[in-house]
């Protein structure tokens, strides 16, 4: 179990935003913080802490730039996610990500196509590949959300489904949407579920807030669940998590 940065671009700029929130309409989108510092100063920060494994999200155009300049600020230091298919992929792996994050191109009309992802597993490598089941409840169960996470698919989130795609991807990024952004705690249900399984690197994202969060996750993802922190963050402006504090446990491994 282990920290993991982020860092989310929006229009060019480092955001935390509300997750249930997004979407390309700015009139309701709801933002809990934008940096002044690009998106490089981040990377660079993250690599003199040596926080590996950490990802970066483009959300919706107008950030391959500010992206161009973090990879290139931190080479294979980042994983990159948001708009990756197979005409892009070994481009973005050129400009320096460690490893590349796909959702919505794998899926078509909320279904999952598996030759699009056998495709581009084949194309970048299993051990190059994280894919993003971020997730919101419905009818009982998680399901994966595509396209800004505002549509839902037909796929569930579940042990048998993680065992499936681990063939064609070695690592896992699943953000519990409905709590993302809010600083409100974490899913525990949905820890549950991933924390039972724990057959590969995974990464949670959503809702933390504090340290009680983090033992949460601990203890409810039996240990096996990395973590990324976003709105609560001091470097992000939140006042739950100091960023500090984060890298000197990670010595500790919580």
Avoid at 164 to 184: D, T
Wanted: aromatic share 10%; hydrophobic share 45%.
């Amino acid at each position: 179990m282990r920290f993991r940065p982020c860092i989310d671009l929006h229009q060019g700029k480092v955001k935390q935003i509300v997750g249930s929130s997004l979407n390309l309409d700015a009139a309701t989108l709801q933002t809990n913080f934008q940096a002044q510092e690009p998106a490089a100063w981040f990377a660079r920060r993250y690599r003199e802490d040596n926080l590996t494994g950490g990802h970066m999200i483009l959300l919706g155009p107008g950030n391959e730039t500010a992206a161009q300049e973090a990879l290139a600020a931190w080479p294979g230091g980042l994983q990159l996610g948001g708009g990756v298919n197979l005409d892009n992929a070994k481009t973005w792996l050129d400009a320096g990500a460690e490893k590349l994050i796909v959702t919505s191109f794998v899926f078509r009309q909320g279904k999952l196509d598996e030759d699009r992802l056998q495709a581009i597993s084949s194309l970048v490598g299993p051990h190059r590949l994280v894919l993003d089941l971020s997730c919101r409840p419905w009818a009982g169960s998680y399901f994966v959300v595509t396209d800004l996470w505002q549509n839902f698919t037909e796929l569930a989130v579940t042990p048998a489904t993680l065992s499936h795609l681990s063939r064609y991807a070695e690592e896992f990024l699943i953000h519990a949407v409905e709590v993302e952004g809010k600083a409100l705690g974490v899913d525990a249900a949905l820890i549950r579920i991933l924390g039972s399984w724990g057959q590969a690197p995974m990464t949670y994202a959503g809702g933390i807030s504090s340290w009680a969060d983090i033992e949460t996750l601990k203890t409810q993802g039996q240990g096996v669940l990395d973590f990324t922190v976003g709105s609560a963050l001091d470097l992000f402006g939140g006042q739950g998590l100091a960023y500090a504090d984060l890298v000197q446990a990670q010595g500790r491994q919580f």
